[in-house]
């Protein structure tokens, strides 16, 4: 897992508010995937990113949540009016390419909503 | 479909002794098969992975089991120690179907705790 950098590490939100998580990959890595761990969970895939494109959002609830991951910076996943239930530990994990890599896990960003 | 069962969900083991985990899956197109290992506060690193055309796969103390038949692998640590205390995920993945190493479908986890 080394080199993919996720910030913040905890973030406290009010009900309401939107959170945004960044996610920085190892450098030269493409693909970009979001998971996002309940207390007591395994991982539950979301997203699935390539620059500038969305290749499988699957795992992603309908309303509230996005990500992107621009030609330049950091991938970002954003949610919005942020509720209770969305309390948990988001990882991001990055591979050079979609075949034959293992992909590397950040440490993960806490999200608390108060 | 999709789902990874795994068990037990927490396992107690003497320092030396021998820690096994087990996972079920039911689809099978999975061909990759990762266990990860967590720390708490960190994110999950890559222990030991299986394709299925391999019945088992040793790294260190460190062995899978995989049993294609009956849908099942597990995860066997040999000679425990305190430092192997941590939570244990099994994974699996279509590679063959283009969905890449990194989409994984994760088990519940399994928290072991080697005792010294």
């Known amino acids: 897992n080394a080199g993919v950098m996720q910030n913040p590490r905890h973030l406290v939100r009010r009900r309401g508010q939107e959170a945004r998580l960044r996610c920085s990959p190892v450098k030269g890595h493409s693909h970009v995937y979001w998971y996002r761990q309940l207390p007591e969970e395994g991982l539950k895939f979301m997203v699935y990113?390539?620059?500038?494109?969305?290749?499988?959002e699957s795992g992603m609830p309908k309303e509230r949540f996005s990500a992107e991951f621009p030609k330049e910076g950091p991938s970002i996943l954003r949610i919005q009016q942020v509720v209770r239930g969305d309390s948990a530990a988001y990882f991001c994990?990055?591979?050079?390419?979609?075949?034959?890599?293992?992909?590397?896990f950040g440490q993960g960003t806490r999200l608390t909503v108060v | 479909q999709q789902q990874v069962k795994q068990s037990p969900q927490s396992l107690i083991v003497q320092k030396g002794g021998i820690s096994i985990i087990n996972c079920a899956y039911e689809n099978t197109a999975f061909d990759y098969f990762p266990w990860y290992q967590q720390f708490p506060g960190k994110g999950p690193a890559l222990l030991i992975a299986i394709r299925p055309d391999v019945s088992e796969k040793k790294e260190g103390r460190f062995t899978i089991s995989f049993n294609k038949s009956a849908k099942q692998f597990s995860l066997h640590i040999m000679d425990s120690q305190p430092g192997d205390s941590a939570t244990y995920f099994c994974?699996?993945?279509?590679?063959?179907?283009?969905?890449?190493?990194?989409?994984?479908?994760f088990g519940q986890g399994t928290i072991l705790t080697v005792h010294p």
């Open positions: 990113l390539q620059k500038e494109n969305i290749i499988d």
């Open positions: 994974a699996a993945s279509w590679v063959a179907g283009g969905t890449s190493y990194g989409k994984l479908t």
């Open positions: 994990a990055s591979s050079p390419r979609n075949m034959n890599t293992e992909a590397f």
